[in-house]
């Protein structure tokens, strides 16, 4: 019954940028500092202050435009966004509305099933923030005004997305492409990357769109998707049920796993844009857009195909690993160190990538350094140790910052490779099973893995696997010719 | 354009002011004759005229990235109705929450 539907969902992502100060002002943009102390007249609203634009915002502006192929516009001008509410004390937020600084932009995502999707992207807008109302101390509502002014852009995308999982991948990579110009850190639970969503439902060839609800307060990825599957069914519950969808703003309760009605008048949503007049029209000419995009970055998409391209990696690791900027970083050192760029890759979205989450450290923070990995994979591959013994050797990289083999010799973990050696153990434990060795030779090839077991055991796991396998063969088949 | 005594309370509503009925009787009158002086623009064509945000269109005026000290919170805070020497105080917005 559900098949018959589709969702349609457009997002507007709201991005911090990583100024110094404010959109308006000189205030500082520092987070977590103690409330009311990064504020001054412009930013609390007095009257008669001039607001001045920080130029740094139409740069980053212009770099996320340029990044999602938009055309940037030359001229683009200020608007005010009027509405009452405590955490925006002028009584109104200085917007663009209409000529927004970027517009008819796209943004390339790739779905599990590696197919690749793009999504229109409407425009891109400058914006300040509002300051933080905190509800839950005693009668009153608590105001707090250092957020208030720092500056936000404000990316609108088409509604092209159908599916909860396209507008994760979306979001996925717009945090990626901000990451990777270093405008915003791209951390949704600090509120750093805010997103809304705006979704409709239609029946499956249907070319209108339906009525569209906004949800708002989705503060994780997680959140994001969930609630959009929760409205998309609750729509189609409603039309199911021969009800209309009514346009209004829902509230994302993460804690009930549902949507609830702001129920605000209808007023709430009259802003009145009209052109800012304490701010000039900002213009970006042809030579200032070719000196930003001067500074463009190679962007995520380019270094996927980059290390699909020069490293030879398969689609699926060139997208993990160029997923965070500072981990395509390290994995670039770790290949300056060896040529085994699959074993890298292996290593660094394996056990790298798993001690990250479960230690819940950052890259630049892992206690392995890239050299060291490195090292690991150079001596599993000239045979000084085996795959096994590395696997053993990383967790004591982990705990102390120790070259690889350092740790081999101390331990003393040198991988065995002497056949003439090998072939003792090998004959030893042949002798300590005939029966095994009976039920192999009658066609148990079940039996060869238990003689590997026994020979990993006496050598303490150093055998080199590979020349344990062929010489447990030879012996074995030169034991059954013997039989014969 | 005119706007009715509807128009007038709806505004009124989103500047939070409370009319009494002949001030809103008043107010409509009075904005209708503003509007209908304007309409006398309407006289000229202004088909390939481009609309204009600001008189003055200069170059851009901008500030440089640079952090300034900011007001103590104490000053910040003094013309606030109700603060608690930390926040601004004002009535609880969500009510219940």
């Known amino acids: ?484 | 354009m005119s706007v009715t005594r509807k128009d007038v309370e709806h505004i009124a509503e989103l500047a939070r002011l409370k009319f009494k009925d002949e001030e809103l009787q008043n107010f409509t009158e009075q904005l209708n004759e503003i509007l209908a002086y304007m309409e006398q623009l309407n006289e000229l064509d202004t088909e390939n005229i481009e609309p204009l945000s600001h008189t003055i269109e200069g170059g851009n005026v901008f500030r440089q990235d640079v952090v300034k000290p900011s007001l103590d919170r104490e000053h910040a805070l003094k013309n606030a109705p109700d603060e608690d020497d930390v926040f601004f105080k004002v009535p609880k917005v969500i009510p219940g929450a």
């Not at chain 1, 070319?207 to 949800?215: N, S, W, Y």
């Not at chain 1, 350092?406 to 300590?432: C, E, P």
């Open chain 1, 1 to 484: 019954m559900i098949d018959k539907y589709e969702g349609v969902i457009g997002l507007e992502v709201h991005a911090q940028l990583l100024t110094d100060s404010k959109i308006f002002c000189s205030c500082s943009t520092k987070f977590g500092n103690e409330p009311n102390i990064n504020v001054c007249p412009i930013c609390l609203g007095h009257p008669g202050v001039l607001p001045v634009l920080n130029k740094k915002v139409v740069e980053f502006t212009v770099l996320m435009g340029l990044a999602t192929d938009c055309t940037i516009n030359e001229r683009s001008i200020f608007a005010r966004k009027n509405y009452f509410y405590p955490d925006l004390p002028k009584g109104y937020q200085i917007s663009q509305y209409e000529e927004p600084a970027c517009e008819f932009g796209v943004i390339e995502i790739t779905l599990p099933d590696s197919t690749k999707k793009k999504i229109g992207i409407t425009r891109i807008h400058m914006e300040e923030d509002a300051g933080k109302s905190i509800h839950d101390s005693g009668y009153s509502t608590s105001v707090d005004l250092n957020r208030c002014g720092v500056p936000l852009i404000e990316i609108v995308s088409e509604p092209d997305m159908r599916t909860s999982s396209e507008a994760y991948f979306y979001l996925s990579r717009i945090k990626q492409i901000v990451q990777y110009l270093d405008i915003c850190d791209g951390n949704m639970e600090e509120g750093s990357l805010r997103c809304d969503a705006n979704i409709s439902v239609r029946l499956r060839g249907e070319t209108r769109l339906g009525t569209k609800t906004e949800i708002k307060n989705m503060n994780s990825f997680r959140n994001v998707e969930r609630a959009i599957n929760y409205e998309i069914e609750r729509q189609i519950d409603i039309l199911e049920n021969g009800g209309n969808i009514i346009q209004e703003t829902l509230l994302w309760d993460a804690d009930k796993n549902k949507a609830f009605s702001m129920r605000s008048k209808e007023e709430a949503h009259d802003y009145r844009y009209f052109p800012e007049p304490d701010l000039f029209p900002v213009f970006v000419d042809k030579e200032w857009k070719d000196e930003i995009a001067a500074l463009l970055p190679e962007l995520p998409f380019q270094r996927r195909n980059r290390f699909i391209d020069s490293f030879n990696l398969p689609e699926y690791d060139a997208e993990i690993l160029t997923q965070y900027k500072d981990i395509a970083d390290y994995y670039e050192k770790v290949i300056s160190s060896t040529n085994d760029y699959k074993s890298a890759s292996n290593w660094v979205m394996g056990a790298v990538l798993k001690v990250m989450n479960e230690e819940k450290i950052e890259i630049k923070n892992f206690p392995i350094s890239a050299n060291h990995l490195a090292d690991l994979i150079n001596i599993i591959n000239n045979k000084t140790i085996s795959g096994k013994i590395a696997k053993e050797i990383f967790p004591e990289m982990l705990k102390e910052n120790k070259h690889p083999l350092d740790i081999v010799k101390l331990k003393n973990l040198v991988q065995i490779t002497d056949t003439t050696a090998i072939g003792i153990v090998i004959d030893n434990v042949l002798s300590k099973f005939p029966n095994e060795v009976e039920e192999f030779l009658s066609g148990k090839e079940k039996v060869f893995g238990f003689f590997i077991g026994k020979i990993m055991q006496e050598t303490k796991g150093k055998a080199n696997p590979k020349i344990v396998n062929d010489l447990l063969r030879e012996k074995i088949s030169s034991t059954k010719r013997i039989m014969e």
